[in-house]
Structures are given as C-alpha cells and as structure tokens.
C-alpha cells in the first residue's frame, strides 16, 4: 500500500512542476484524494459491500470534485491534474501512467448494461473538457486534445482533435522543404503553429502550398517547352501575398500590445 502511495506521489511531482514537497501533495491535490477514496471503494464494491463502496465514492466526489465510480478499474501512478469535473463510468479501465485533466469525462453512450465504458491503455493522456464515451479503446500514447469528443477507438500513439474526434496527421519529412520555399516566395509562414498544438487552418495551408506547389511545377516546364521551340515573353514575377488576412494568435496579441503601448505613450494618459 505504501510502495503504491510513495509512486502516486513522485507521478504528482514528475507531472506538475508546481508541486512542491510531500506534505503539499498530501494534503492539497484532489486527483491524489481522489484515487486514494477511490482504491478503498473499488475494495468494498469488490468485495461484495456495493452500497459502501458507493458511499465511499459519493463522499470523495462531494470533497473533491471527481467523481470516480467504484467498479472503475485504474492501473499505477495515475494522475488527475486540477481534477474538477472529472467523471469516470463504472466499466472504464485505465491503464498505467495516464493522466487525465479537468472536465474530463470517461462515459457511456448506452443505458444496457454490461461494458459501455471506455478502455484507456498506458501511457495516455486526456487533455481539460475531453469527452471519450463509449466501449471504445484508446491505444497506448494517445494523446486526446482539450475538448474533443471521441466515440471511435484510437490507435497507439495517436494523437486525437476536434468535434468529432479526429486522427491528426503527422507531417511527412519529406513535405518540409517545398513548403517553405514557396511559402517564403508568396510572402507568409504557414508553419505558425506548433506540431504539439496541430492547428486545422494551417494543415488547410499546407494543402494548399503542396497544390500550388505542383501547379507551379508543371507550368515551369509547359514555359520551356515553350521557350524551347521559340516563344518569347517577359518575366513575370508572382505577385506578393500578404498575410494581412490571416491573423495567427502570436499576430493578435502583439498588435494588442503595441495598441496598449501607444495608448499608455499619450500625452494625458496616467
């Protein structure tokens, strides 16, 4: 029981770089509260006292905000970051070192009774507002974005977004080197988001950039051919696009600041 203890603390410190000591993790994370309630419910649900393991559950969740059924079964160094609104169904299994966020919801889509929870392997982690309903399994490493709602499995190191749930592609190596060469010839960087926040306007770019990309490349040959058998014409240099229509977060928030730094630079203003 301690051995199991000593490695939910040190998950606590491996994963939230706020924690502190032992002595504020014991007695002020509710995720740990909560799976400590819920290992002596999960005992008495087990065991046959089916009323007292939901008891136990019911107090947890009134202390701590996270609701964890009693028959739920969950694997070692399990974290619960913030943990309000966490709700996990009775037939979930979760795995070794997952970690879940505020709001998560690990639900049923069907009143029958039998395995209507979802399946979480090792090593997942389910980001704040997340929804995964459904006797549905989450491979080992995936990766469920904030807020999304996934009803259909997902593959081992997966990483899921969106309303529905999606499979977020990762780039090919190969797509790279084009992309920025003609994105820096139109004028804008398609690449302002990050590959750890993928970001569905800038994979649309990208789709776009490998299209004209081939275009481009068909209509430079159709132009030697040309010149090959005696065509003459100017050179016509692509016109600039500016990327005034496509406003990133980085964009807004430092055209706020400079809006604020001039406003704090007029005569007047205290």
Do not use: Q
Not at 87 to 110: F, K, N, P, Q, R
Not at 204 to 213: G, T
Request: glycine letters at 12%; charged letters at 25%.
């Amino acid at each position: 029981m301690f051995e199991r203890l000593r490695e939910d603390i040190h998950s606590v410190f491996d994963r939230d770089p706020a924690a502190r000591t032992t002595f504020e993790v014991l007695t002020t994370y509710p995720g740990l509260h909560a799976l400590l309630a819920h290992r002596l419910a999960h005992w008495l649900w087990n065991h046959g006292l089916k009323w007292l393991g939901r008891f136990v559950s019911h107090v947890a969740r009134w202390l701590t905000g996270i609701e964890i059924h009693p028959g739920a079964r969950i694997g070692r160094r399990f974290f619960i970051d913030h943990g309000m609104g966490v709700v996990i169904g009775e037939t979930a299994v979760i795995g070794d070192d997952c970690t879940l966020y505020h709001g998560v919801t690990l639900g049923g889509t069907s009143w029958e009774k039998g395995k209507r929870h979802p399946t979480l392997g090792d090593d997942v982690v389910v980001g704040a507002g997340a929804k995964v309903l459904g006797p549905i399994e989450i491979g080992d490493g995936a990766r469920i974005g904030s807020n999304a709602v996934v009803v259909k499995s997902v593959p081992a190191g997966a990483t899921v977004v969106g309303i529905p749930g999606r499979l977020v592609e990762r780039p090919r190596s190969g797509d790279h080197a084009h992309r920025e060469k003609l994105a820096r010839k139109m004028g804008f960087d398609a690449y302002g988001a990050t590959r750890d926040a993928p970001d569905p306007v800038a994979n649309a770019i990208n789709c776009m950039l490998d299209h004209v990309h081939v275009l481009e490349t068909k209509v430079s040959r159709m132009c030697e051919v040309l010149k090959r058998m005696g065509y003459e014409d100017e050179e016509v240099e692509l016109p600039e696009l500016s990327s005034c229509e496509i406003h990133s977060t980085a964009d807004e928030l430092e055209h706020l600041e400079t809006m604020e730094e001039e406003a704090e630079g007029k005569p007047g203003n205290t």
